[in-house]
């Protein structure tokens, strides 16, 4: 028969199932693997990183961007151990990242082989569905499987194990057969059950000022049409997550914008809490969309939920009517049900449109007092407004958590059905959107991509500054400079009476750094000078860095009312 080896194998399926990005970096149990990409003929691309972490994150938003499944690849024992960030940030974030970790021969399993762990063990709590390969006939159907799970339901992270041995060992060329629409996520979607729909349709037709809560789910599914056809039918309030960003564009007249501690203001708070009926949408309803469970008000007003993941339903809130479904099914469904309903009937929006502008006009006027100021350290409100109108309306922008999340999530508007704001809400790590903004630039090249970051986020993937160098990417990166790890300091200020304790470090001048790696930048401390720079770096050609000295959290108005979610 006709036979590759294993690592051959392995290229020609992700090939067949339509990858044109790899993520990675090298180590020796990758060498069959990387001599498998070096010399066989194949449309894909690797990015060597210059660490597994970054892969992750690089893979990560490379899928959010795409839509594709984004992949990721690093070297035994500690390779897997740093890859493991990336893998379960988007698995809790519901996107489709595949994980390839090579490992030491099967054979030398038990004998203290150098790098040996259990990597099935290791991946287990943190991915959809994983494997370790322990035989060169079962690579292709695993692949397989990997593709099915992490594109279909609730799409999520996998991981795949490949040992030494197994990357050296033959396959049966007729096994190399894939399916490249298990390639894009979500795929293999579910439609919600009739019943169901029907008195979801009933219940959202019965209230006089439904709002809609939008997560991260109608974005991945690509429902922005949905939603906004369900809420102009039904005079509805469309409120988002963080990660929900986009589900409605913020110049519509029913969009409130982001609800919660994180990015969330008194005025739409006040928006939420005067709904009858809140529908869920792809929103597990967690503690920072929530504040904590209080709004929406469990037993005070009536819930609907539709989810790809039932578990979540029900979960947080007593539930009248769920629909376990992909987003863009279940709405196109409601919305059917909703028109039958309702027939020739118009239901009436001044209300709610008057809410969102009243509540939008409140909460920009206090933002433009701030961003209007001159002092110094330079306030996040102006950084934010600089940039609002100096980039192009189909940017991308990719937050790290700290200063940027709430500030870009409550006040940098999505205009343009291809803009983004991306931050990784799973689990908040910091160093996410330096090495992330690449996955952003390789899903969307003629897009211009920017990554805002603190400076204690900047301390964790500066290295990567030399894959921007090295890619000649024109990607900016904009880093609030303070000194401080503040979103730590801001919680000590407000619940633990000021005693700052070991938050605060060195001052760094990142434009220095950066042009060391071979960006162009810029450090400003004067507010006057900070529209010409930002300006520069985004006109720049390549990769640039700005500097901004910037006020910390603590002694900000941020947008944020719990520190402590």
Same mark, same amino acid.
């Given at each position: 028969?006709?036979?590759?080896?294993?690592?051959?194998?392995?290229?020609?399926?992700? *090939?067949?199932?339509?990858?044109?990005?790899?993520?990675?970096?090298?180590?020796?149990?990758?060498?069959?693997?990387?001599? +498998?990409?070096?010399?066989?003929? $194949?449309?894909?691309?690797?990015?060597?990183?210059? *660490?597994?972490?970054?892969?992750?994150?690089?893979?990560?938003?490379?899928?959010?961007?795409?839509?594709?499944?984004?992949?990721?690849?690093?070297?035994?024992?500690?390779?897997?151990?740093?890859?493991?960030?990336?893998?379960?940030?988007?698995?809790?974030?519901?996107?489709?990242? #595949?994980?390839?970790?090579?490992?030491?021969?099967?054979?030398? $399993?038990?004998?203290?082989?150098?790098?040996?762990?259990?990597?099935?063990?290791?991946?287990?709590?943190?991915?959809?569905?994983?494997?370790?390969?322990?035989?060169?006939?079962?690579?292709?159907?695993?692949?397989?499987?990997?593709?099915?799970?992490?594109?279909?339901?609730?799409?999520?992270?996998?991981?795949?194990?490949?040992?030494?041995?197994?990357?050296?060992?033959?396959?049966?060329?007729?096994?190399?057969?894939?399916?490249?629409?298990?390639?894009?996520?979500?795929?293999?979607?579910?439609?919600?059950?009739?019943?169901?729909?029907? +008195?979801?349709?009933?219940?959202?037709?019965?209230?006089?000022?439904?709002?809609?809560?939008?997560?991260?789910?109608?974005?991945?599914?690509?429902?922005?049409?949905?939603?906004?056809?369900?809420?102009?039918?039904?005079?509805?309030?469309?409120?988002?997550?963080?990660?929900?960003?986009?589900?409605?564009?913020?110049?519509?007249?029913?969009?409130?914008? &982001?609800?919660?501690?994180?990015?969330? +203001?008194?005025?739409?708070?006040?928006?939420? *809490?005067?709904?009858?009926?809140?529908?869920?949408?792809?929103?597990?309803?967690?503690?920072?969309?929530?504040?904590?469970?209080?709004?929406?008000?469990?037993?005070?007003?009536?819930?609907?939920?539709?989810?790809?993941?039932?578990?979540?339903?029900?979960?947080?809130?007593?539930?009248?009517?769920?629909?376990?479904?992909?987003?863009?099914?279940?709405?196109?469904?409601?919305?059917?049900?909703?028109?039958?309903?309702?027939?020739?009937?118009?239901?009436?929006?001044?209300?709610?449109?008057?809410?969102?502008?009243?509540?939008?006009?409140?909460?920009?006027?206090?933002?433009?007092?701030?961003?209007?100021?001159?002092?110094?350290?330079?306030?996040?409100?102006?950084?934010?407004?600089?940039?609002?109108?100096?980039?192009?309306?189909?940017?991308?922008?990719?937050?790290?958590?700290?200063?940027?999340?709430?500030?870009?999530?409550?006040?940098?508007?999505?205009?343009?059905?291809?803009?983004?704001?991306?931050?990784?809400?799973?689990?908040?790590?910091?160093?996410?959107?330096?090495?992330?903004? #690449?996955?952003?630039?390789?899903?969307?090249?003629?897009?211009?991509?920017?990554?805002?970051?603190?400076?204690?986020?900047?301390?964790?993937?500066?290295?990567?500054?030399?894959?921007?160098?090295?890619?000649?990417?024109?990607?900016? #990166?904009?880093?609030?400079?303070?000194?401080?790890?503040?979103?730590?300091?801001?919680?000590?200020?407000?619940?633990?009476?000021?005693?700052?304790?070991?938050? *605060?470090?060195?001052?760094?001048?990142?434009?220095?750094?950066?042009?060391?790696?071979?960006?162009? +930048?810029?450090?400003?401390?004067?507010?006057?000078?900070?529209?010409?720079?930002?300006?520069?770096?985004?006109? $720049?050609?390549?990769?640039?860095?700005?500097?901004?000295?910037?006020?910390?959290?603590?002694?900000?108005?941020?947008? &944020?009312?719990?520190?402590?979610?």
């Amino acid at each position: 028969m006709n036979q590759l080896s294993g690592a051959e194998a392995l290229v020609r399926l992700l *090939d067949l199932h339509g990858v044109e990005v790899i993520f990675g970096l090298c180590g020796d149990t990758s060498l069959p693997f990387y001599d +498998a990409l070096h010399r066989l003929d $194949h449309g894909m691309r690797h990015v060597l990183t210059r *660490d597994e972490r970054s892969a992750g994150y690089m893979a990560d938003v490379y899928a959010r961007i795409s839509g594709k499944v984004g992949v990721c690849e690093g070297p035994s024992g500690g390779g897997a151990t740093y890859i493991l960030p990336g893998v379960v940030e988007a698995n809790e974030s519901s996107i489709a990242v #595949l994980a390839i970790t090579t490992d030491i021969a099967v054979s030398s $399993h038990g004998k203290f082989a150098l790098t040996e762990l259990d990597q099935e063990a290791l991946f287990r709590p943190l991915t959809k569905w994983n494997k370790v390969i322990e035989s060169s006939d079962a690579l292709p159907r695993s692949v397989r499987a990997a593709f099915r799970q992490m594109s279909s339901g609730r799409p999520g992270a996998v991981h795949l194990g490949l040992p030494f041995d197994v990357q050296k060992n033959p396959v049966d060329a007729e096994e190399i057969w894939g399916d490249a629409s298990q390639g894009r996520f979500p795929a293999l979607r579910t439609a919600p059950a009739p019943d169901q729909v029907e +008195a979801a349709a009933e219940a959202l037709t019965s209230a006089e000022r439904p709002v809609i809560v939008c997560g991260g789910g109608p974005v991945i599914a690509g429902a922005r049409a949905e939603v906004t056809a369900l809420a102009e039918r039904l005079g509805a309030v469309v409120a988002t997550s963080i990660s929900g960003q986009g589900a409605i564009l913020d110049d519509h007249p029913l969009a409130l914008g &982001v609800v919660g501690s994180n990015g969330g +203001a008194e005025e739409t708070r006040a928006v939420l *809490d005067e709904a009858d009926l809140v529908l869920l949408v792809g929103c597990r309803a967690g503690s920072v969309t929530t504040e904590r469970w209080r709004h929406p008000a469990a037993g005070k007003q009536r819930i609907l939920h539709i989810d790809a993941e039932p578990t979540v339903i029900g979960a947080n809130y007593p539930t009248e009517v769920g629909l376990a479904a992909d987003a863009k099914l279940a709405l196109a469904a409601l919305l059917a049900a909703v028109d039958g309903k309702l027939g020739e009937t118009r239901r009436p929006a001044e209300r709610a449109r008057s809410a969102v502008a009243e509540a939008k006009s409140a909460k920009f006027a206090r933002f433009n007092a701030l961003a209007d100021s001159l002092d110094r350290p330079i306030r996040p409100e102006r950084v934010v407004r600089e940039l609002s109108e100096l980039l192009p309306d189909d940017a991308i922008v990719v937050a790290d958590p700290g200063t940027p999340c709430p500030y870009f999530s409550s006040y940098f508007e999505l205009k343009h059905p291809d803009a983004r704001m991306i931050s990784n809400r799973a689990h908040g790590a910091l160093g996410y959107s330096l090495p992330g903004v #690449l996955g952003a630039y390789y899903a969307r090249p003629s897009a211009k991509c920017v990554a805002v970051m603190g400076d204690g986020s900047f301390g964790f993937n500066a290295g990567e500054m030399e894959t921007l160098a090295r890619t000649g990417a024109p990607i900016t #990166l904009v880093v609030f400079s303070n000194s401080v790890y503040g979103w730590i300091k801001a919680g000590q200020h407000s619940g633990f009476g000021q005693r700052y304790f070991s938050v *605060d470090f060195s001052q760094t001048d990142h434009a220095r750094v950066a042009e060391a790696f071979g960006l162009k +930048a810029w450090r400003v401390e004067d507010p006057a000078e900070l529209r010409g720079a930002l300006a520069a770096a985004i006109e $720049h050609g390549g990769p640039s860095l700005v500097d901004v000295v910037s006020q910390p959290l603590h002694e900000a108005a941020a947008p &944020v009312t719990e520190w402590i979610a």
